[in-house]
Protein backbone atom coordinates (compact mmCIF):
# COMPACT_ATOMS: atom_id res chain seq x y z
CA UNK A 1 0.00 0.00 0.00
CA UNK A 2 1.35 3.21 -1.13
CA UNK A 3 1.74 5.34 2.58
CA UNK A 4 0.55 9.29 1.28
CA UNK A 5 3.85 10.64 3.28
CA UNK A 6 5.44 14.00 3.33
CA UNK A 7 8.71 14.93 3.74
CA UNK A 8 9.44 15.47 7.22
CA UNK A 9 10.92 19.28 6.52
CA UNK A 10 7.76 20.29 4.62
CA UNK A 11 5.08 19.18 7.12
CA UNK A 12 5.51 22.70 8.86
CA UNK A 13 2.57 25.27 7.34
CA UNK A 14 0.82 22.26 5.57
CA UNK A 15 -3.09 21.07 6.34
CA UNK A 16 -2.06 17.53 7.00
CA UNK A 17 -4.55 14.97 8.32
CA UNK A 18 -2.70 11.87 10.76
CA UNK A 19 -3.21 8.25 10.59
CA UNK A 20 -2.92 6.18 14.08
CA UNK A 21 -1.97 2.53 14.26
CA UNK A 22 -5.47 1.42 13.99
CA UNK A 23 -5.93 3.03 10.92
CA UNK A 24 -8.27 5.99 11.62
CA UNK A 25 -7.58 9.53 11.14
CA UNK A 26 -7.23 11.90 14.20
CA UNK A 27 -10.49 13.52 14.90
CA UNK A 28 -11.79 16.40 17.16
CA UNK A 29 -14.72 14.80 18.53
CA UNK A 30 -17.15 17.40 20.82
CA UNK A 31 -18.43 16.22 24.23
CA UNK A 32 -20.48 18.29 26.33
CA UNK A 33 -17.51 20.02 28.79
CA UNK A 34 -15.21 19.78 26.15
CA UNK A 35 -13.62 19.02 22.62
CA UNK A 36 -10.70 15.42 22.77
CA UNK A 37 -8.65 14.47 19.63
CA UNK A 38 -9.08 10.94 19.12
CA UNK A 39 -8.08 8.25 16.41
CA UNK A 40 -11.93 7.67 15.31
CA UNK A 41 -12.47 8.99 11.68
CA UNK A 42 -11.94 5.77 9.01
CA UNK A 43 -12.58 8.71 6.16
CA UNK A 44 -11.22 12.12 6.12
CA UNK A 45 -14.13 14.98 7.18
CA UNK A 46 -12.94 18.76 7.85
CA UNK A 47 -12.76 17.56 11.80
CA UNK A 48 -9.40 15.69 11.01
CA UNK A 49 -8.30 19.14 9.03
CA UNK A 50 -5.01 19.99 10.97
CA UNK A 51 -2.31 22.72 10.28
CA UNK A 52 1.03 22.55 11.09
CA UNK A 53 2.97 25.62 12.43
CA UNK A 54 6.80 26.19 13.42
CA UNK A 55 7.38 27.06 17.31
CA UNK A 56 10.29 27.56 19.12
CA UNK A 57 13.53 25.72 19.13
CA UNK A 58 12.09 23.52 16.47
CA UNK A 59 8.96 22.48 17.95
CA UNK A 60 5.69 22.41 16.14
CA UNK A 61 2.16 23.39 16.96
CA UNK A 62 -0.90 21.94 15.98
CA UNK A 63 -3.82 23.88 14.76
CA UNK A 64 -7.47 22.68 14.09
CA UNK A 65 -9.60 24.49 11.13
CA UNK A 66 -11.52 26.46 13.84
CA UNK A 67 -8.04 28.62 14.89
CA UNK A 68 -7.53 26.11 17.68
CA UNK A 69 -4.63 25.25 19.60
CA UNK A 70 -3.87 21.41 20.47
CA UNK A 71 -2.98 21.54 23.87
CA UNK A 72 -1.81 18.96 27.07
CA UNK A 73 -4.71 19.25 29.02
CA UNK A 74 -4.48 17.37 32.60
CA UNK A 75 -7.75 16.01 33.78
CA UNK A 76 -8.21 12.88 36.36
CA UNK A 77 -4.06 11.73 36.25
CA UNK A 78 -4.72 12.00 31.88
CA UNK A 79 -2.79 14.43 29.80
CA UNK A 80 -5.34 14.70 27.01
CA UNK A 81 -5.04 16.28 23.63
CA UNK A 82 -7.27 19.08 23.28
CA UNK A 83 -7.78 21.75 20.51
CA UNK A 84 -8.64 24.41 23.53
CA UNK A 85 -5.99 27.24 23.25
CA UNK A 86 -6.71 30.68 21.42
CA UNK A 87 -3.32 31.48 21.68
CA UNK A 88 -0.45 29.17 22.14
CA UNK A 89 1.52 28.43 25.17
CA UNK A 90 4.20 26.28 26.07
CA UNK A 91 1.46 23.31 26.71
CA UNK A 92 0.70 23.53 22.78
CA UNK A 93 4.50 22.82 21.60
CA UNK A 94 5.20 19.63 20.66
CA UNK A 95 9.23 18.02 19.78
CA UNK A 96 8.05 16.85 16.19
CA UNK A 97 9.98 12.98 15.09
CA UNK A 98 10.09 10.77 12.73
CA UNK A 99 10.58 7.36 12.46
CA UNK A 100 9.90 4.21 9.66
CA UNK A 101 8.38 7.42 7.25
CA UNK A 102 5.87 8.51 10.08
CA UNK A 103 6.43 10.80 13.19
CA UNK A 104 5.97 10.88 16.46
CA UNK A 105 5.40 14.39 18.74
CA UNK A 106 6.63 14.73 22.13
CA UNK A 107 4.93 17.01 24.79
CA UNK A 108 6.25 19.18 27.36
CA UNK A 109 5.53 16.92 30.43
CA UNK A 110 8.70 14.84 28.56
CA UNK A 111 6.47 11.96 27.07
CA UNK A 112 5.10 10.81 23.98
CA UNK A 113 1.96 11.18 21.81
CA UNK A 114 -0.12 7.95 21.80
CA UNK A 115 -3.33 6.40 20.76
CA UNK A 116 -4.75 4.97 24.17
CA UNK A 117 -8.17 2.64 24.11
CA UNK A 118 -10.38 3.53 26.85
CA UNK A 119 -13.66 2.28 27.62
CA UNK A 120 -14.16 1.73 23.67
CA UNK A 121 -12.33 5.14 22.74
CA UNK A 122 -9.58 5.95 21.25
CA UNK A 123 -7.78 8.90 22.32
CA UNK A 124 -4.90 10.99 21.49
CA UNK A 125 -2.91 11.47 24.73
CA UNK A 126 0.50 12.61 26.02
CA UNK A 127 1.24 9.14 27.98
CA UNK A 128 4.42 6.87 27.16
CA UNK A 129 7.60 7.13 28.16
CA UNK A 130 8.84 5.23 25.56
CA UNK A 131 7.98 5.17 21.74
CA UNK A 132 5.64 1.92 20.26
CA UNK A 133 3.48 1.35 17.58
CA UNK A 134 0.68 3.55 19.18
CA UNK A 135 3.12 6.75 18.88
CA UNK A 136 3.67 6.48 15.07
CA UNK A 137 1.10 8.01 12.79
CA UNK A 138 1.25 8.10 9.38
CA UNK A 139 1.07 11.95 7.48
CA UNK A 140 -1.18 12.28 5.22
CA UNK A 141 -1.60 15.62 3.24
CA UNK A 142 -4.89 16.16 3.57
CA UNK A 143 -6.14 17.83 0.66
CA UNK A 144 -4.27 15.22 -1.76
CA UNK A 145 -5.75 12.65 0.66
CA UNK A 146 -9.73 14.17 0.24
CA UNK A 147 -8.89 14.28 -3.78
CA UNK A 148 -8.07 10.60 -3.86
CA UNK A 149 -11.13 9.62 -2.29
CA UNK A 150 -13.64 11.26 -4.35
CA UNK A 151 -14.83 10.92 -7.93
CA UNK A 152 -13.79 14.52 -9.28
CA UNK A 153 -13.84 17.34 -12.03
CA UNK A 154 -11.60 19.21 -13.45
CA UNK A 155 -12.20 22.58 -14.21
CA UNK A 156 -10.06 25.20 -16.08
CA UNK A 157 -9.25 28.82 -15.96
CA UNK A 158 -11.38 29.35 -18.89
CA UNK A 159 -14.69 27.97 -16.88
CA UNK A 160 -14.80 24.50 -18.76
CA UNK A 161 -14.24 21.07 -17.58
CA UNK A 162 -11.69 18.43 -18.50
CA UNK A 163 -13.74 15.87 -20.50
CA UNK A 164 -12.74 13.06 -22.72
CA UNK A 165 -12.95 14.26 -26.57
CA UNK A 166 -12.93 11.77 -29.50
CA UNK A 167 -10.53 12.61 -32.41
CA UNK A 168 -9.95 10.65 -35.59
CA UNK A 169 -7.27 8.54 -34.27
CA UNK A 170 -7.58 8.66 -30.36
CA UNK A 171 -9.18 10.11 -27.60
CA UNK A 172 -7.94 13.36 -25.94
CA UNK A 173 -8.59 15.58 -22.61
CA UNK A 174 -9.49 18.88 -23.65
CA UNK A 175 -11.29 21.55 -21.56
CA UNK A 176 -13.73 21.45 -23.31
CA UNK A 177 -17.76 20.70 -21.76
CA UNK A 178 -19.47 24.44 -20.28
CA UNK A 179 -21.60 21.46 -18.19
CA UNK A 180 -20.68 18.08 -16.21
CA UNK A 181 -21.46 14.57 -17.98
CA UNK A 182 -19.74 11.26 -17.76
CA UNK A 183 -16.56 12.25 -19.98
CA UNK A 184 -15.70 14.92 -17.37
CA UNK A 185 -15.23 12.25 -14.44
CA UNK A 186 -12.19 11.51 -12.96
CA UNK A 187 -10.90 9.55 -10.19
CA UNK A 188 -7.64 10.16 -8.72
CA UNK A 189 -5.26 7.45 -6.79
CA UNK A 190 -1.60 7.23 -4.86
CA UNK A 191 0.78 6.24 -7.09
CA UNK A 192 4.32 6.21 -6.36
CA UNK A 193 6.33 8.44 -4.06
CA UNK A 194 3.13 10.69 -3.59
CA UNK A 195 2.71 11.12 -7.35
CA UNK A 196 -1.45 10.03 -8.96
CA UNK A 197 -2.72 8.39 -11.52
CA UNK A 198 -6.15 9.66 -12.66
CA UNK A 199 -8.54 7.78 -14.54
CA UNK A 200 -11.54 7.93 -16.34
CA UNK A 201 -14.78 5.60 -15.77
CA UNK A 202 -14.09 3.90 -18.73
CA UNK A 203 -10.88 2.40 -16.78
CA UNK A 204 -8.30 4.15 -19.23
CA UNK A 205 -5.65 5.82 -17.22
CA UNK A 206 -4.53 9.69 -18.40
CA UNK A 207 -1.03 9.17 -19.50
CA UNK A 208 1.77 11.92 -21.45
CA UNK A 209 1.78 10.80 -25.08
CA UNK A 210 4.27 12.55 -27.27
CA UNK A 211 2.82 13.01 -31.01
CA UNK A 212 4.63 15.41 -33.97
CA UNK A 213 6.58 17.33 -30.83
CA UNK A 214 3.24 17.90 -28.52
CA UNK A 215 3.01 15.95 -25.11
CA UNK A 216 -0.75 15.81 -25.23
CA UNK A 217 -3.04 14.42 -21.88
CA UNK A 218 -5.03 11.03 -23.58
CA UNK A 219 -6.69 8.54 -21.76
CA UNK A 220 -4.46 5.33 -23.43
CA UNK A 221 -3.09 3.50 -21.09
CA UNK A 222 -5.11 0.11 -19.04
CA UNK A 223 -2.25 -0.66 -17.11
CA UNK A 224 -0.17 2.58 -15.69
CA UNK A 225 2.98 3.28 -15.86
CA UNK A 226 5.00 6.40 -15.69
CA UNK A 227 3.74 8.65 -18.25
CA UNK A 228 0.53 8.11 -16.38
CA UNK A 229 2.39 9.62 -13.15
CA UNK A 230 1.79 12.82 -12.40
CA UNK A 231 2.99 15.33 -9.45
CA UNK A 232 0.33 16.74 -7.52
CA UNK A 233 0.41 20.31 -5.96
CA UNK A 234 -2.13 22.44 -4.45
CA UNK A 235 -2.22 26.29 -4.21
CA UNK A 236 -4.73 28.42 -3.53
CA UNK A 237 -7.31 25.96 -3.00
CA UNK A 238 -6.40 24.95 -6.71
CA UNK A 239 -4.28 22.36 -8.11
CA UNK A 240 -1.66 21.85 -10.45
CA UNK A 241 0.06 18.84 -12.14
CA UNK A 242 3.79 17.87 -13.31
CA UNK A 243 4.06 15.23 -15.71
CA UNK A 244 7.16 12.77 -15.84
CA UNK A 245 8.80 15.03 -18.53
CA UNK A 246 8.95 17.53 -15.69
CA UNK A 247 6.55 19.82 -17.35
CA UNK A 248 3.57 21.28 -15.81
CA UNK A 249 0.15 20.58 -17.31
CA UNK A 250 -1.65 23.32 -18.75
CA UNK A 251 -4.44 24.29 -21.14
CA UNK A 252 -2.70 25.01 -24.44
CA UNK A 253 -5.05 26.69 -27.92
CA UNK A 254 -3.73 25.11 -31.29
CA UNK A 255 -5.69 26.15 -34.30
CA UNK A 256 -9.15 27.36 -32.14
CA UNK A 257 -8.81 24.03 -29.97
CA UNK A 258 -7.93 24.17 -26.32
CA UNK A 259 -5.80 21.18 -25.48
CA UNK A 260 -4.60 19.75 -22.22
CA UNK A 261 -0.90 19.67 -22.85
CA UNK A 262 2.74 18.55 -20.35
CA UNK A 263 3.97 21.57 -21.89
CA UNK A 264 4.39 24.69 -19.54
CA UNK A 265 8.60 24.67 -17.88
CA UNK A 266 6.53 27.34 -14.95
CA UNK A 267 3.35 27.62 -13.95
CA UNK A 268 0.65 30.72 -14.82
CA UNK A 269 -2.55 30.68 -14.89
CA UNK A 270 -3.42 28.52 -17.55
CA UNK A 271 -1.25 25.46 -15.11
CA UNK A 272 -4.06 26.32 -12.41
CA UNK A 273 -7.33 23.90 -12.13
CA UNK A 274 -10.50 24.00 -10.01
CA UNK A 275 -11.22 20.33 -8.70
CA UNK A 276 -14.77 20.38 -7.81
CA UNK A 277 -16.70 16.81 -6.68
CA UNK A 278 -18.07 15.71 -9.94
CA UNK A 279 -22.09 15.27 -9.89
CA UNK A 280 -24.37 13.10 -11.69
CA UNK A 281 -26.18 14.82 -15.15
CA UNK A 282 -29.25 15.71 -14.96
CA UNK A 283 -32.70 13.19 -15.56
CA UNK A 284 -32.12 15.10 -18.88
CA UNK A 285 -34.22 13.00 -21.73
CA UNK A 286 -35.44 10.69 -19.11
CA UNK A 287 -37.64 13.72 -17.66
CA UNK A 288 -39.91 12.77 -20.67
CA UNK A 289 -40.89 9.21 -19.23
CA UNK A 290 -40.48 10.16 -15.49
CA UNK A 291 -43.63 12.84 -16.28
CA UNK A 292 -45.91 11.30 -18.28
CA UNK A 293 -45.14 7.48 -16.93
CA UNK A 294 -44.26 6.55 -20.64
CA UNK A 295 -43.89 2.72 -20.83
CA UNK A 296 -40.10 2.57 -22.32
CA UNK A 297 -37.81 -0.55 -23.31
CA UNK A 298 -34.05 -0.28 -22.95
CA UNK A 299 -31.92 -1.64 -26.37
CA UNK A 300 -28.01 -2.97 -25.64
CA UNK A 301 -24.94 -2.58 -27.61
CA UNK A 302 -25.73 -5.70 -29.70
CA UNK A 303 -29.08 -4.44 -30.76
CA UNK A 304 -31.08 -6.55 -28.08
CA UNK A 305 -33.81 -5.61 -25.80
CA UNK A 306 -34.33 -5.83 -22.03
CA UNK A 307 -36.21 -8.80 -21.15
CA UNK A 308 -37.90 -10.48 -18.24
CA UNK A 309 -37.31 -14.20 -18.36
CA UNK A 310 -38.38 -17.04 -16.36
CA UNK A 311 -35.24 -18.92 -14.82
CA UNK A 312 -35.03 -22.36 -13.12
CA UNK A 313 -32.53 -21.80 -9.66
CA UNK A 314 -31.26 -24.11 -7.16
CA UNK A 315 -30.70 -21.61 -4.25
CA UNK A 316 -32.50 -23.48 -1.27
CA UNK A 317 -33.97 -20.18 -0.10
CA UNK A 318 -36.15 -19.20 -3.41
CA UNK A 319 -38.48 -20.65 -5.33
CA UNK A 320 -37.97 -22.86 -8.33
CA UNK A 321 -38.45 -20.29 -10.73
CA UNK A 322 -37.49 -16.47 -10.67
CA UNK A 323 -37.62 -13.75 -13.18
CA UNK A 324 -34.53 -12.71 -14.42
CA UNK A 325 -33.66 -9.49 -16.81
CA UNK A 326 -31.73 -10.61 -20.14
CA UNK A 327 -31.23 -9.30 -23.72
CA UNK A 328 -32.47 -12.52 -25.62
CA UNK A 329 -34.19 -10.74 -28.35
CA UNK A 330 -33.71 -7.77 -31.29
CA UNK A 331 -37.20 -7.47 -31.61
CA UNK A 332 -38.65 -5.74 -29.15
CA UNK A 333 -41.59 -7.93 -27.04
CA UNK A 334 -44.02 -7.50 -24.15
CA UNK A 335 -41.69 -8.27 -21.90
CA UNK A 336 -39.05 -5.60 -22.45
CA UNK A 337 -41.79 -2.73 -21.31
CA UNK A 338 -40.37 -1.29 -18.13
CA UNK A 339 -41.93 1.98 -16.27
CA UNK A 340 -39.10 4.54 -14.44
CA UNK A 341 -39.83 5.96 -10.92
CA UNK A 342 -37.37 8.45 -9.30
CA UNK A 343 -35.34 7.09 -6.32
CA UNK A 344 -33.77 9.11 -4.15
CA UNK A 345 -30.29 11.14 -4.75
CA UNK A 346 -30.40 10.63 -8.26
CA UNK A 347 -31.61 7.29 -8.49
CA UNK A 348 -34.39 6.24 -10.52
CA UNK A 349 -36.42 2.45 -9.94
CA UNK A 350 -37.61 -0.08 -12.86
CA UNK A 351 -40.85 -1.21 -12.74
CA UNK A 352 -42.38 -3.52 -14.68
CA UNK A 353 -46.35 -3.27 -15.90
CA UNK A 354 -47.07 -6.12 -12.69
CA UNK A 355 -45.67 -3.68 -10.57
CA UNK A 356 -42.56 -5.59 -10.06
CA UNK A 357 -39.79 -3.40 -9.21
CA UNK A 358 -36.10 -4.56 -10.85
CA UNK A 359 -33.47 -5.37 -8.11
CA UNK A 360 -30.07 -6.45 -7.15
CA UNK A 361 -30.18 -10.09 -6.39
CA UNK A 362 -26.38 -11.62 -5.27
CA UNK A 363 -26.72 -15.45 -6.40
CA UNK A 364 -24.00 -18.16 -6.42
CA UNK A 365 -21.60 -15.51 -6.68
CA UNK A 366 -23.07 -12.99 -9.45
CA UNK A 367 -25.00 -9.59 -9.21
CA UNK A 368 -27.86 -10.62 -11.16
CA UNK A 369 -30.94 -8.10 -12.01
CA UNK A 370 -34.31 -10.12 -11.01
CA UNK A 371 -37.97 -8.99 -10.83
CA UNK A 372 -38.60 -9.76 -7.46
CA UNK A 373 -39.93 -6.60 -4.89
CA UNK A 374 -43.41 -5.29 -4.58
CA UNK A 375 -41.81 -2.48 -2.51
CA UNK A 376 -38.90 -1.48 -3.50
CA UNK A 377 -35.72 -1.02 -1.10
CA UNK A 378 -32.12 -0.12 -1.75
CA UNK A 379 -31.42 -2.88 -4.05
CA UNK A 380 -34.13 -1.60 -6.27
CA UNK A 381 -32.68 2.09 -7.12
CA UNK A 382 -29.68 2.79 -9.81
CA UNK A 383 -27.91 5.90 -9.82
CA UNK A 384 -28.02 7.25 -13.03
CA UNK A 385 -24.77 8.28 -14.56
CA UNK A 386 -25.61 9.02 -18.29
CA UNK A 387 -28.87 9.60 -19.24
CA UNK A 388 -29.05 10.32 -22.85
CA UNK A 389 -27.10 6.68 -23.40
CA UNK A 390 -28.13 5.80 -20.02
CA UNK A 391 -25.27 4.38 -17.46
CA UNK A 392 -26.84 2.81 -14.61
CA UNK A 393 -25.11 2.17 -11.09
CA UNK A 394 -26.57 -0.63 -8.61
CA UNK A 395 -26.25 -0.67 -5.21
CA UNK A 396 -22.90 -2.49 -5.31
CA UNK A 397 -21.10 -0.03 -6.67
CA UNK A 398 -20.70 -1.91 -9.78
CA UNK A 399 -22.24 -0.83 -13.19
CA UNK A 400 -24.86 -2.51 -15.03
CA UNK A 401 -23.54 -4.27 -18.41
CA UNK A 402 -24.78 -6.71 -20.57
CA UNK A 403 -22.80 -10.54 -19.73
CA UNK A 404 -22.84 -13.04 -22.00
CA UNK A 405 -22.90 -16.67 -20.18
CA UNK A 406 -22.94 -19.83 -22.67
CA UNK A 407 -25.32 -18.77 -25.12
CA UNK A 408 -27.14 -16.19 -23.39
CA UNK A 409 -26.92 -12.42 -22.14
CA UNK A 410 -27.92 -11.69 -19.04
CA UNK A 411 -27.73 -7.78 -17.80
CA UNK A 412 -25.61 -8.12 -14.43
CA UNK A 413 -24.42 -5.40 -11.60
CA UNK A 414 -20.63 -6.25 -12.36
CA UNK A 415 -18.56 -3.84 -13.97
CA UNK A 416 -15.91 -1.84 -11.86
CA UNK A 417 -15.61 0.55 -15.07
CA UNK A 418 -17.86 1.76 -17.57
CA UNK A 419 -17.32 0.02 -20.67
CA UNK A 420 -18.89 0.02 -24.25
CA UNK A 421 -21.17 -2.68 -22.81
CA UNK A 422 -22.99 -0.47 -19.98
CA UNK A 423 -24.22 1.89 -22.23
CA UNK A 424 -28.34 1.24 -23.32
CA UNK A 425 -30.45 3.28 -25.61
CA UNK A 426 -33.37 4.49 -23.76
CA UNK A 427 -36.62 4.09 -26.35
CA UNK A 428 -40.36 4.47 -26.42
CA UNK A 429 -41.87 1.21 -26.11
CA UNK A 430 -43.93 0.89 -29.09
CA UNK A 431 -45.50 -2.74 -29.05
Request: aromatic share 12%.
Amino acid sequence: MVQWTIPIELIASRIIALKADNGCFWSVVNYSDRDNIQATKSSLDSSCKFLVLPASGGKVYIKTSQNKYLSRIHHGGIDYIEPVKDVPDVYCEFHLHHQDEKVLFMANNGKYLSRFHRSGIDNIEAGKEQVDKHCLFEVAEYQIKRIAQEMIAIKAENGNFWSVVSCSDRNNVKPAKASLDVFCQFSVFPASEGKVYIKTPHGKYLSRIHHNGIDFIEPAKSIPNVSCEFQLFIHDGKIFLKADNGKYLGRIQRGGVDNIEAAKEQTDEYCMFEVVEFKVAPFGVLDLFLNYYTPIAFRTDSGCYWSIVDVDVQDTDSCNSVKRLKAPHSAMTSSAKFFIEKGSSGSILLKTPQNKYLSHIHRNGIDYIEVTKDVPDVFCQFLVIQSYKMVLQADNGKYLSRIHRGSVDTIEAVKQDIDEFCYFDVVPFNK
